[in-house]
């Protein structure tokens, strides 16, 4: 496996990087839309996040290690999981569930909602329509059909802010 370092983090950079390459702090926070600082505090608080460090403590992330991030964004910030919540899922489920959240995967259902009685769908569906998909329920595929639509809102409303006056 090579390598690939770069050391620009300019927005013109990240579009021609190779989707291999490893990301800065700077790059990974901007693509996050979050502060660096909550990626080193998610560091304590997600042992499966674990950066390469060099020189100086620079920290390169790996692709598996955006996906995570941007699995455990979604999680925390659009399906409103709780940071212990959310270690429950990456001990019993694993970081390639939560890396695959990251890169677009359904949420699922937590195993305990899923449930109703006799293991039947908490939610089943009305008469004339189609059934929910195994291991998702409504309140889940509505909270990210919200998470979606909050994230063009956001999208929209920074594109239409008025551009910086220039000095």
């Not at 293991?119 to 004339?128: E, K, R, T, V």
């Not at 919200?146 to 994230?151: N, S, T, W």
Request: glycine share 10%.
């Amino acid at each position: 496996m090579s390598l690939e370092f770069h050391n620009g983090d300019t927005e013109a950079d990240m579009d021609t990087k190779s989707p291999d390459a490893f990301r800065t702090i700077s790059e990974v926070a901007e693509d996050l839309d979050i502060p660096q600082h909550v990626l080193r505090f998610w560091e304590t608080r997600f042992p499966q996040i674990k950066p390469l460090k060099r020189g100086g403590g620079r920290r390169y992330y790996r692709p598996d290690d955006v996906a995570l991030l941007k699995g455990i964004r979604r999680l925390l910030y659009g399906e409103g999981y709780t940071i212990k919540g959310l270690q429950r899922i990456l001990k019993e489920q694993g970081p390639r569930h939560v890396q695959a959240i990251g890169r677009g995967a359904p949420v699922g259902a937590p195993p305990d909602a899923a449930k109703g009685r006799g293991g039947a769908a908490a939610h089943p569906a009305p008469p004339g329509r189609a059934p929910v998909p195994p291991g998702l329920d409504d309140i889940t595929l509505l909270t990210a059909v919200l998470a979606e639509l909050g994230e063009c809102k956001r999208i929209l409303d920074r594109a239409l802010q008025p551009p910086a006056e220039l000095a």
